[in-house]
Nanobody, 128 residues
Framework: QAQLVESGGGLVQAGGSLRLSCAASGLIFSSYAMGWFRQAPGKEREFVAAISRSGRAYYADSVKGRFTISRDNSKNTVYLQMNSLKPEETAVYFC??????????????????????WGQGTQVTVSS
């Protein structure tokens, strides 16, 4: 059974950095597109970043230039490097996976409903 386990969350001051990790098991990781989403208290879950099986990265406009998504297929792990964090980015960050398709375009990777596997999330708190 496929499983995604996030780690690396915590408390950081505004302007600081964190690196989130998501370890996948029970799936052919190299064939999957991976995404990061976040959900702040009282808000809907929103797209943060995604990476296709070929390594192409996609970002929400709000994080471009500050966040970097990457993957290590040898470790079945996807990472999210977050720099210059803001208090409004306090949220639970979720990792998600979907078997990648050649028909997918950029907007597919940012669509929550496309993803079939989800982790439990990791809390990121940015203090002001």
């Amino acid at each position: 059974q496929a499983q995604l386990v996030e780690s690396g969350g915590g408390l950081v001051q505004a302007g600081g950095s964190l690196r989130l990790s998501c370890a996948a098991s029970g799936l052919i990781f190299s064939s999957y597109a991976m995404g990061w989403f976040r959900q702040a208290p009282g808000k809907e879950r929103e797209f943060v970043a995604a990476i296709s099986r070929s390594g192409r990265a996609y970002y929400a406009d709000s994080v471009k230039g500050r966040f970097t998504i990457s993957r290590d297929n040898s470790k079945n792990t996807v990472y999210l490097q977050m720099n210059s964090l803001k208090p409004e980015e306090t949220a639970v960050y979720f990792c998600a996976a979907v078997a990648d398709r050649t028909s997918y375009v950029g907007s597919d990777y940012s669509t929550e409903g496309v993803y079939r596997r989800w982790g439990q999330g990791t809390q990121v708190t940015v203090s002001s």
